[in-house]
């Protein structure tokens, strides 16, 4: 009975054994307020396991805390729907563009173009205003990088 386990053979399924399994148990004991702490600093540490959290502050690995700014996020999403837009926008206007030449006589054409241009114009300035903002959210609410 106290034999250490033996791996047996294994046959053609299963997961392959670890080279050095973590057999070792520690009981700590903990009250409330240390508890919610230590929950706390988990949930801050952004670790994948709570035993690999612990082994880490045992052994004395570095202590990093990631933080998410959910409007950060929020706003990245929605600026990249936005680039997705204007993606679209511009494969229409290659099209019309095509379209117009095509379809349309020079004169008729040329008159269509210019309400197409003055259309783009108005584009590039909401374009720019979109650049100003986002360059206001950086400088606001996003946090220098070293």
């Known amino acids: 009975m106290n034999q250490k386990n033996v791996p047996r053979a294994r046959g053609k399924g299963g997961r392959p054994p670890k080279d050095n399994p973590a057999t070792h ?39 990093r805390v990631i933080q998410t700014d959910a409007s950060a996020v929020d706003f990245v999403m929605k600026l990249s729907a936005f680039y997705g837009q204007i993606r679209s926008v511009g494969v229409n206007y290659n099209q019309v563009v095509k379209q117009l030449h095509t379809t349309f006589g020079e004169k008729k054409a040329l008159s269509m173009l ?33």
Do not use: W
């Not at 801050?44 to 880490?56: D, H, R, V």
């Open 114 to 146: 210019y309400n197409l241009e003055q259309q783009t114009i108005e584009i590039a300035q909401i374009g720019r205003g979109v650049l100003t903002l986002c360059e206001e959210f950086k400088g606001s609410f996003l946090p220098e990088q070293p």
């Open 25 to 63: 148990r520690l009981t700590v004991n903990l009250t409330d307020t240390q508890h919610a702490d230590f929950l706390t600093m988990y949930e801050q540490s952004g670790a994948s396991s709570l035993s690999g959290f612990i082994a880490a502050r045992i052994f004395g690995d570095e202590f």
